[in-house]
């Protein structure tokens, strides 16, 4: 229930459309939600916001036609009364970041039961902000390891996995996604989604963009 006593009618934003009809599917089953709709596209979610009600917003990061972080950005902007929550498989501590920024006001990770999804939606519906517990100690780890002497990352650089340093460098040397995804024995989607992700947490848009923001933070050597 939201803080007026009502049940909150909640929009699924997710890729996948399976993803989207087994969530509506649990979500149907708690008397305390109100209607539950999803779509694939960010700009179908933003267009169906414009002439109905929505209370609460469960985003994923990677999406076709715009990214979670921007369509996040987009709905605190143009309807301020509408609360976002990530719902992700992302636990990486940029874009947790990227999407508290835009002004999510929760982040919860897909392998949470859905006794703790219930949770954030009460929370988000009442005002609050909630972090699942995961995503608690992922941002905990975070700050402690900060500081850490050994630690000779730029301050202004992002972090990446050593999933997407790997796929950066061959970006880097013009691998196509398809060789990529032969050489590292992994699928063209998985690339395609480190990719994506590779653009979202350094602000590039091109291809030579991404190459020198990366020689600038040395994320690949210099050739």
Do not use: C, W
């Given at each position: 229930m939201d803080q007026d006593g009502k049940k909150p009618d909640i929009l699924f934003v997710d890729d996948h459309q399976l993803i989207i009809d087994g969530l509506k599917s649990l979500l149907a089953e708690q008397e305390e939600i109100g209607r539950v709709v999803?779509?694939?596209?960010?700009?179908?979610?933003?267009?169906?916001?414009?002439?109905?009600?929505?209370?609460?917003?469960?985003?994923?990061?990677?999406?076709?036609?715009?990214s979670g972080i921007d369509l996040t950005r987009q709905i605190t902007s143009n309807f301020p009364e509408v609360k976002v929550i990530a719902l992700t498989m992302h636990d990486d501590s940029v874009l947790i970041s990227r999407m508290i920024e835009?002004?999510?006001s929760g982040y919860i990770l897909k392998s949470t039961p859905i006794s703790e999804l219930m949770d954030a939606i009460h929370a988000v519906?009442?005002?609050?902000?909630?972090?699942?517990?995961?995503?608690?100690?992922?941002?905990?780890?975070?700050?402690?390891?900060?500081?850490?002497?050994?630690?000779?990352?730029?301050?202004?650089?992002?972090?990446?996995?050593?999933?997407?340093?790997?796929?950066?460098?061959?970006?880097a040397k013009e691998f196509t996604n398809e060789e990529i995804a032969a050489r590292l024995f992994i699928s063209e989607r998985t690339v395609e989604t480190h990719r994506k992700n590779i653009f979202t947490k350094t602000h590039t848009k091109t291809i030579v963009g991404l190459i020198r923001y990366a020689m600038d933070h040395h994320l690949i050597p210099d050739e």
């Open positions: 999803g779509f694939t596209s960010g700009l179908m979610a933003l267009k169906y916001l414009e002439d109905h009600h929505v209370d609460i917003v469960l985003a994923d990061i990677n999406m076709p036609d715009i835009a002004g999510a519906a009442e005002g609050k902000k909630f972090l699942s517990k995961e995503v608690q100690s992922i941002i905990m780890q975070n700050i402690y390891n900060y500081k850490d002497p050994i630690n000779t990352v730029e301050p202004n650089a992002v972090t990446l996995t050593s999933r997407e340093s790997e796929i950066l460098a061959l970006i």
